[in-house]
């Protein structure tokens, strides 16, 4: 087993069996969903934030890499700091408008 340390949006990881994402992210990254191998899982918690507070509230997405792509589901709720690196602010109006219609009717597909 090897654990790496520092701004996992920008190491290149090589072939991985899981990934965990220890910070809010408006979607998985790239270089993430690259270095999954098959059956690797990736943790990643899809926040909604305010910039002001630097830190948001989502849910956290395990996503599989199959044979034909990948499944992806959401796991749990989350409130957590933001990703620096991994912030997209219309993704986030988005996932904040996902996010208030859950709240009233239940689960919804994500954006």
Same mark, same amino acid.
């Given at each position: 087993?090897?654990?790496?340390?520092?701004? *996992?949006? $920008?190491? $290149?990881?090589?072939?991985?069996?899981?990934?965990?994402? /220890?910070?809010?992210? +408006?979607?998985?990254?790239?270089?993430?969903?690259?270095?999954?191998?098959?059956?690797?899982?990736?943790?990643?918690?899809?926040?909604?934030?305010? $910039?002001? $507070? *630097?830190? *948001?509230? *989502?849910? &956290?997405?395990? &996503?599989?890499?199959?044979? +034909?792509?990948?499944?992806?589901?959401?796991?749990?709720?989350?409130?957590?700091?933001?990703?620096?690196?991994?912030?997209?602010?219309?993704?986030?109006?988005?996932?904040?408008? &996902?996010?208030?219609?859950?709240?009233? /009717?239940?689960?919804? +597909?994500?954006?």
């Amino acid at each position: 087993m090897q654990v790496l340390a520092g701004d *996992g949006g $920008e190491i $290149e990881l090589g072939p991985s069996d899981a990934i965990f994402i /220890n910070a809010g992210a +408006t979607h998985p990254g790239q270089i993430w969903l690259d270095s999954l191998r098959l059956g690797g899982r990736l943790l990643v918690p899809l926040t909604v934030t305010k $910039e002001s $507070e *630097g830190s *948001g509230g *989502g849910l &956290v997405l395990k &996503v599989t890499r199959q044979q +034909t792509g990948f499944r992806a589901r959401f796991i749990s709720q989350v409130g957590i700091f933001s990703c620096a690196g991994g912030r997209d602010p219309e993704l986030n109006q988005r996932l904040g408008r &996902v996010q208030s219609r859950r709240r009233q /009717n239940g689960p919804v +597909t994500p954006p």
